[in-house]
């Protein structure tokens, strides 16, 4: 009973450097959400993407950040020329259908820390 | 501005202590969901309340949603060092997919 996959658990960069972080949805769930969350902080939502398509990104940065969801495998966030700021936790949840009625079943995150 | 707001942000109790926590807004919300994250992991989904006025239990753990569904609170009773973690409320309020979360509470229970 495979949940929300989330890897690496752990990433270190240097900045400059580009971050991918990976996420593999429950089986049978299409919709996957990002959200990024920092020390003693709640949750900011990212973006949001079913298979092949992003119907909402609008909590993402414009620059350096895009998300995909292709048709086979995982879901990537890519984070480009990473900064300090980028540091923070990155949580990837999937639900059946829409979240707002089923609700999110996360993975353990990703820690990215860029030094 | 913050739309669900929780309080306290931080409560640090005994074991055996009783605590009620709240999730509060202006806004209307046709439903609400709680979550809990334990330090390192990813939130995990405890419930979802729905009906003005309703009530759920699961085991020590007790959640009403406001008749107005404006609001929410989640009563643990005997809380135990296994209820420690970060509890965030969610509420949806159907005007899309997404749901408006809070900044959390959280909960340190010393054995």
């Known amino acids: 009973n495979a949940g929300v996959m989330q890897n690496p658990r752990h990433l270190v960069r240097r900045r400059g450097q580009e971050a991918r972080l990976r996420c593999s949805p429950m089986?049978?769930?299409?919709?996957v959400y990002w959200y990024r969350q920092l020390p003693e902080e709640g949750l900011k939502f990212m973006v949001y993407?079913?298979?092949?398509?992003?119907?909402?990104e609008s909590g993402m940065p414009k620059e350096r950040f895009s998300a995909e969801f292709p048709k086979e495998g995982p879901s990537i966030l890519r984070i480009q020329q990473v900064v300090r700021g980028d540091s923070a936790a990155y949580f990837c949840a999937s639900s059946p259908g829409q979240a707002n009625h089923y609700g999110y079943t996360f993975g353990s995150g990703t820690r990215l820390t860029v030094v | 501005t913050q739309l669900l707001e929780q309080s306290p942000q931080f409560l640090s109790i005994q074991e055996g202590e009783n605590l009620t926590v709240y999730c509060n807004s202006s806004?209307?919300?046709?439903?609400l969901q709680w979550y809990r994250q334990e330090p390192g992991e990813g939130p995990v989904l405890l419930v979802t309340v729905v009906t003005g006025g309703e009530v759920k239990k699961l085991k020590r753990l007790t959640f009403q949603f406001g008749d107005a569904r404006k609001d929410s609170s989640l009563h643990i009773t005997a809380a135990q060092p296994g209820d420690t973690g970060l509890y965030l409320c969610?509420?949806?309020?159907?005007?899309?997919?997404?749901?408006?979360w809070g900044a959390g509470t959280k909960l340190i229970i010393k054995p």
């Open positions: 969610a509420g949806d309020m159907d005007s899309n997919y997404q749901l408006i």
């Open positions: 993407l079913q298979k092949e398509n992003i119907i909402d």
């Open positions: 089986k049978g769930h299409s919709h």
């Open positions: 806004s209307v919300f046709s439903s």
